[in-house]
């Protein structure tokens, strides 16, 4: 099976921008669909940025702010994360995934994740 690291998260200030980079090993991604996901704790992970061989998908509370980026010959995936606000805050996670008009994850677990922090 695949093995996913996400990387790029920190403490940044609202209106701030962060890349996240979701690399994989083991296999390649190439032909898969991929999203991006977000947990806060006490809630559910929740979808926020998938890619297809057609196009990108995104939750409403992140268009026209995130930009999810492939790079087939490196195996990564990116999450360029630009005009950031306080309800960004969460541990983001990248997973292979089934996108539609949003995506869900294939892959029953998850790696380390990388932890996002926007402070107001």
């Known amino acids: 099976q695949v093995q996913l690291v996400e990387s790029g998260g920190g403490l940044v200030q609202a209106g701030g921008s962060l890349r996240l980079s979701c690399a994989a090993s083991?296999?390649?991604?190439?032909?898969?669909?991929m999203g991006w996901f977000r947990q806060v704790p006490g809630k559910d992970r929740e979808f926020v940025a998938g890619i297809t061989w057609n196009g990108a998908v995104y939750a409403d509370s992140v268009k026209g702010r995130f930009t999810i980026s492939r790079d087939n010959a490196k195996n990564t995936v990116s999450l360029q994360m630009n005009k950031l606000n306080p309800e960004d805050t969460g541990v983001y996670y990248c997973?292979?995934?089934?996108?539609?008009?949003?995506?869900?994850?294939?892959?029953?677990?998850w790696g380390q994740g990388t932890q996002v922090t926007v402070s107001s």
């Open positions: 083991g296999g390649t991604i190439a032909s898969h669909a």
């Open positions: 997973n292979v995934a089934f996108c539609a008009r949003q995506c869900t994850p294939v892959f029953g677990s």
